[in-house]
């Protein structure tokens, strides 16, 4: 299908080419909810358009997100499997990169169907959810949650800069995802530790699942478009791999430090004085 305007991509901001790859016509709206049955007779499908961008690849809709794109909503977390393969993983990542009793944030925690899990793993557990109702469910359950979406730049979270983060199945509704990933990192400490998954687009290629084109997600992530996602907004990635029966892709990043150049300093005071000790060998100092 033609498009009438060059699109841009919503991560490298570079040209989408020009024709879609693929067209939907009278698609549901939105992929969570049912509608009532006095709302089957004005419902009108929506279509969806899937572009590529030209430079670095990424698949995505050129369509507007969803009104509830800020939230997380979340079944499969409801799954005892999950629950035991979850435990599993938030476990490992906390010994390995040493996050024990460590603040974690999970940004889009939903109901906190993780954060009791990812607590219970031995982390220091915090959240950021859009939903009110959200929100006022994890308080009742005293998990330390707070009311905020992240792309909003000037969002400070209580001040607390925390040691690593939690993104699961979220980044791929949202609209403009360098805006969300550039407030992360403010308020992250240098150095942090952060687990960031999405559904993985190869293995969607691979089995040929055209019905996981959806208007709720945006962006889809292969493994190449993903790290160059991540670094571009900050992020060492330290690990990329496909789980979950191959369907998500999990990426353990670090904000990325400063590199300490000092030592070089110490280099050139070594050549300095080697040079000075050469030259005093010779009285008149003509060297």
Not at 73 to 84: G, L, Q
Not at 93 to 117: F, H, R, S, T
């Amino acid at each position: 299908m033609k498009i009438d305007k060059v699109l841009s991509c919503k991560v490298c901001g570079h040209d989408c080419f020009k024709d879609s790859l693929l067209s939907y016509s009278n698609l549901p709206s939105s992929a969570q909810g049912f509608l009532e049955f006095d709302e089957l007779e004005s419902d009108i499908g929506s279509e969806l358009n899937v572009v590529q961008c030209s430079v670095c690849g990424l698949v995505q809709l050129d369509n507007n997100p969803v009104s509830y794109y800020k939230e997380v909503i979340r079944a499969s977390a409801f799954s005892n499997e999950m629950k035991e393969f979850r435990f599993e993983q938030f476990q490992s990542w906390i010994k390995q990169y040493n996050l024990a009793n460590k603040k974690i944030i999970e940004v889009g925690c939903g109901k906190g169907e993780y954060l009791e899990i990812l607590s219970n793993a031995g982390a220091d557990a915090y959240g950021i959810e859009y939903s009110m109702e959200s929100v006022d469910y994890c308080i009742n359950n005293n998990l330390s949650v707070i009311q905020g979406f992240l792309g909003n730049q000037n969002l400070v979270l209580e001040d607390i800069k925390y040691d690593g983060f939690m993104c699961l199945s979220f980044m791929e509704h949202w609209p403009e995802p360098n805006e969300v990933l550039n407030a992360l990192c403010k308020n992250l400490k240098e150095g942090s530790i952060g687990l960031v998954e999405v559904p993985n687009f190869n293995m969607i290629l691979e089995e040929g699942l055209y019905s996981e084109f959806i208007s709720d997600h945006l962006l889809y992530f292969t493994r190449e478009t993903l790290i160059f996602t991540l670094q571009l907004n900050g992020f060492e990635v330290l690990n990329c791999e496909a789980i979950w029966h191959n369907y998500i892709l999990s990426a353990v990043v670090r904000k990325r430090v400063k590199t300490n150049l000092d030592f070089f300093e110490g280099f050139k005071n070594k050549v300095k004085q080697d040079l000075d000790c050469f030259i005093e060998k010779f009285p008149e100092k003509r060297v």
